[in-house]
């Protein structure tokens, strides 16, 4: 009878030695997991803000082109409020076709940004959507790891 305790006893010690192995592994694979969203969530990050200074950059040279198209003086646009800026704008229009252009032009531009806008709207989402599912696989991963380790 005491050898078969003691066989009971080795097989439930190789049985739980299997299943600790198991665990370590599940728990480094989950690691493996954390590591990499975290890898792709720096990675989008740093694209995000590459995009986004690349965009200002852009904003800014397009806004210092169109004052020196209009030769329009920075000193002017900051003491004058919006609302003067575009009443001065609509008196040097001369005529409906002018102003029609003026229309038009300032819709596509408008069109333009609102695409832009839903554009970087949606990689927000997306980029949200991508650490939400990353931090959920983590959150799992360890919930694994410390319910194997009190069993």
Request: proline fraction near 0%; charged fraction near 30%.
């Amino acid at each position: 009878m005491n050898q078969d305790l003691t066989q009971q006893w080795l097989t439930e010690i190789q049985a739980l030695k299997q299943q600790l192995v198991e665990l370590r592994e599940e728990r480094d694979t989950a690691w493996e997991s954390a590591e990499k969203w975290r890898k792709l969530y720096n990675t989008e990050s740093e694209q995000r803000r590459s995009d986004a200074q690349l965009s200002q950059q852009a904003i800014a040279s397009l806004k210092l082109e169109i004052q020196q198209m209009r030769g329009i003086d920075e000193g002017l646009i900051n003491e004058t409020t919006t609302d003067e800026v575009i009443q001065g704008e609509i008196e040097n229009l001369y005529s409906v076709e002018e102003l029609r252009d003026k229309l038009i032009t300032t819709l596509k531009e408008r069109d333009q940004l609102l695409q832009a806008l839903k554009t970087e709207q949606e990689n927000h989402a997306q980029t949200r959507n991508n650490l939400t599912t990353a931090l959920g696989d983590a959150i799992d991963g360890l919930a694994k790891e410390k319910a194997g380790v009190r069993e």
